[in-house]
């Protein structure tokens, strides 16, 4: 493959490149990028939602074994999933990198091919950004910005007594696909030879370098005429984000062991390695599905929207947050989550 | 000065704390930090502008002479001047660090008074952000909002034959506060005992460290009634911004050397280190002073606004982008500027 130096490009030369042809498709965009700021105009009616999120090489992802074309289509959706997670829709994102001269020109054009990509499928306009060259590896901050109609918001605050709790998809595939990818890279070191063995597990992969944001869930509960009392997205496993919504709302919840949706390829996996599926569907990050509560009422509209999962139900604040077991044994949720700044 | 690792109060930990008791005084902002995504509320009218920066160390900044308050300070106000540059006003920014262990939980409220500092000064509410763990040096992405009427806004491509160019304050200033500041590092690490000398040119180190963004200009302008018809704020020099202008608008330029305000603090450094300072001025970045044009009828109102400098006019772009020299010879324009690519 060829590999053109950025500094034969010149940071004007390079942004040129990554943003020759930008499609532009969002009503909203007025001016995109070329100017000081991008430049939107919104209906009336709406609300602008806006998340910014940053990843890290070395801390996030992994050259080794991540497609840059993938962590640039990755990087995009966690910030759809973000705004979806407000009952929004996703409009325009600016992209800043930080680069260093390890990479290629081609090597920004795959990335960038995976960021435009996700635009495309979701519908959202790239407005603008900032190429910088770093010491050391590589950034990737991104910011979305959406709309939705002032009411039909979904925040943290609402759930109340007795709503039910919902996930979407499954849980802790995405944290299964990196302990596979983490286990055959170590294979892979010690042995020139070997190649990694993925077979039979490439949902797990999937799930791990291709997130979608469930843009289709919040498309049918809008359907079904069910609008959530709370809502997140869940990146940093399902305890913690059902901890910030009870924090947040005032109250309790209990959960059920046996109504977590796992997939099977996860715990085929987590048998071969010796981990509980359980703690892993509870804290295992990046799944990037939603997790909502919505009324009591709205139960015979919920049952025939495929993909969600009612695990549970929120309860008076008095009574914790509990996760009830197999044996209906009652335990507190933990946030484990992902502590990136634990030692 | 005390020392709290950040790992012991965790990322949500560490957020609570960064971003405690933030004040939310912007109308449009209807909801800040604490959810998956911050709202906002336009006024009918009301355009959105959108600009993204990052910075990071050892490119952009060297914590060894920039103190992290003016450093969190700076971050926000390049983002500002953007904003003002499409005559526009900032209203909110997100703010996405990458933070090594090298930093304690002190030093991240160091860097924030500093934000927190710009935001107060400008009007600007903080809403959000990340703030993720890096495996090296300090990275910090700002995006930030802001509004302008539609039909105010100012673009890069508007400049007509005939039009007066216009910049404010004076260039160069803040790449001599860099040089001064280089110079002084190098003389100290050769001698323990030496303190650096800034003497005579505080003003230097104050246009490096701690720029603000123009928005006495902006308020000016509007109330003498003078629209621009170009505007970009100076990041990358002069003559890098004026080829903009020139090349978006399609057309050339004439501009008086000795028209160019210059400090005598710079001079007197650029003659002690041997530099020309008018190619510093012209291709010394970070001044963030506004450049603009306007149509030959403003001139009136235009002269009695203190700290604008009338430095050229607009021609037809085949008279090419010149410099006049002191003697009346023309040479090109050249965006030599900072190339943070270049080997």
């Given at each position: 493959?060829?590999?053109?130096?950025?500094?034969?490009?010149?940071?004007?030369?390079?942004?040129?490149?990554?943003?020759?042809?930008?499609?532009?498709?969002?009503?909203?965009?007025?001016?995109?990028?070329?100017?000081?700021?991008?430049?939107?105009?919104?209906?009336?009616?709406?609300?602008?939602?806006?998340?910014?999120?940053m990843l890290l090489e070395g801390i996030h992802f992994n050259l080794e074994y991540v497609p840059l074309k993938h962590l640039g289509y990755k990087a995009a959706i966690v910030n759809f999933s973000d705004i979806y997670a407000m009952n929004g829709t996703p409009t325009q994102i600016t992209v800043s990198l930080g680069?260093?001269?390890?990479?290629?020109?081609?090597?920004?054009?795959?990335?960038?091919?995976?960021?435009?990509?996700?635009?495309?499928?979701?519908?959202?306009?790239?407005?603008?950004?900032?190429?910088?060259?770093?010491?050391?590896?590589?950034?990737?901050?991104?910011?979305?910005?959406?709309?939705?109609?002032?009411?039909?918001?979904?925040?943290?605050?609402?759930?109340?007594?007795?709503?039910?709790?919902?996930?979407?998809?499954?849980?802790?595939?995405?944290?299964?696909?990196?302990?596979?990818?983490?286990?055959?890279?170590?294979?892979?070191?010690?042995?020139?030879?070997?190649?990694?063995?993925?077979?039979?597990?490439?949902?797990?992969?999937?799930?791990?370098?291709?997130?979608?944001?469930?843009?289709?869930?919040?498309?049918?509960?809008?359907?079904?005429?069910?609008?959530?009392?709370?809502?997140?997205?869940?990146?940093?496993?399902?305890?913690?984000?059902?901890?910030?919504?009870?924090?947040?709302?005032?109250?309790?919840?209990?959960?059920?062991?046996?109504?977590?949706?796992?997939?099977?390829?996860?715990?085929?996996?987590?048998?071969e390695m010796n981990l509980n599926i359980v703690t892993c569907a509870l804290n295992g990050g990046e799944d990037y599905e939603l997790l909502f509560t919505c009324s009591l009422d709205d139960y015979e509209k919920l049952v025939p929207i495929e993909d969600v999962y009612l695990i549970g139900h929120i309860t008076r604040?008095?009574?914790?947050?509990?996760?009830?077991?197999?044996?209906?044994?009652?335990?507190?949720?933990?946030?484990?989550?992902?502590?990136?700044?634990?030692?």
């Open positions: 493959m060829d590999r053109t130096e950025i500094s034969t490009l010149g940071e004007f030369g390079l942004i040129r490149r990554l943003t020759d042809k930008l499609p532009q498709t969002q009503p909203s965009t007025r001016k995109g990028v070329g100017d000081d700021c991008a430049v939107m105009q919104y209906a009336r009616d709406e609300c602008v939602l806006m998340t910014s999120d680069v260093s001269k390890r990479f290629s020109v081609e090597d920004l054009e795959e990335l960038y091919s995976g960021i435009r990509l996700a635009c495309e499928r979701y519908g959202v306009d790239m407005v603008g950004g900032d190429t910088c060259s770093s010491m050391t590896g590589l950034t990737i901050a991104i910011t979305c910005l959406g709309t939705a109609k002032t009411d039909e918001i979904v925040y943290r605050n609402g759930a109340k007594q007795n709503d039910l709790i919902c996930v979407t998809g499954n849980l802790g595939t995405a944290y299964m696909g990196l302990q596979l990818l983490e286990r055959e890279r170590l294979v892979m070191q010690g042995n020139d030879h070997a190649t990694p063995d993925f077979e039979g597990k490439e949902y797990l992969l999937e799930r791990q370098l291709k997130p979608e944001a469930r843009r289709d869930i919040i498309q049918r509960l809008r359907e079904a005429g069910i609008r959530p009392t709370a809502m997140m997205d869940i990146s940093d496993g399902l305890s913690s984000e059902l901890l910030h919504i009870c924090g947040q709302s005032g109250v309790g919840c209990a959960v059920y062991e046996d109504k977590l949706p796992i997939d099977y390829q996860a715990v085929v996996l987590a048998e604040a008095e009574q914790g947050t509990l996760l009830i077991g197999r044996n209906g044994e009652e335990l507190p949720l933990k946030a484990q989550g992902f502590n990136a700044f634990q030692s």
